[in-house]
Nanobody, 114 residues
Framework: QVQLAETGGGLVQPGGSLRLSCVVSGIGSWLKTMGWYRQAPGKEREWVAAISSGTTYYVDSVKGRFTISRDNAKNTVFLQMNSLKPEDTAVYYC?????????WGKGTLVTVSS
């Protein structure tokens, strides 16, 4: 059974940083292109970042601020978020990229507010 467990969210002031983690079980994440997604209140879920082998991809709104990485030995994917803005407030999820419907976890809430 595939499970993805996101952690690391919280309340942070604008300009602050957070590091999200996604522990993957049931599949070898290093075999997959992995991605981070987010869903803001009242909005549809959107793709944020992806990593495939050594290549990374980002939505324009987070380029230069967010960094996706992976630790294959720990089957874990990370999202380092710097210079956070109120519009980054959302529940963040990891999944394969493109996402598999059966793999969505509970996500982790990031709130950027003063």
């Amino acid at each position: 059974q595939v499970q993805l467990a996101e952690t690391g969210g919280g309340l942070v002031q604008p300009g602050g940083s957070l590091r999200l983690s996604c522990v993957v079980s049931g599949i070898g994440s290093w075999l997959k292109t992995m991605g981070w997604y987010r869903q803001a209140p009242g909005k549809e879920r959107e793709w944020v970042a992806a990593i495939s082998s050594g290549t990374t991809y980002y939505v324009d709104s987070v380029k230069g601020r967010f960094t996706i990485s992976r630790d294959n030995a720990k089957n874990t994917v990370f999202l380092q978020m710097n210079s956070l803005k109120p519009e980054d407030t959302a529940v963040y999820y990891c999944n394969t990229h493109p996402p598999a419907a059966a793999y969505w976890g509970k996500g982790t809430l990031v709130t950027v507010s003063s």
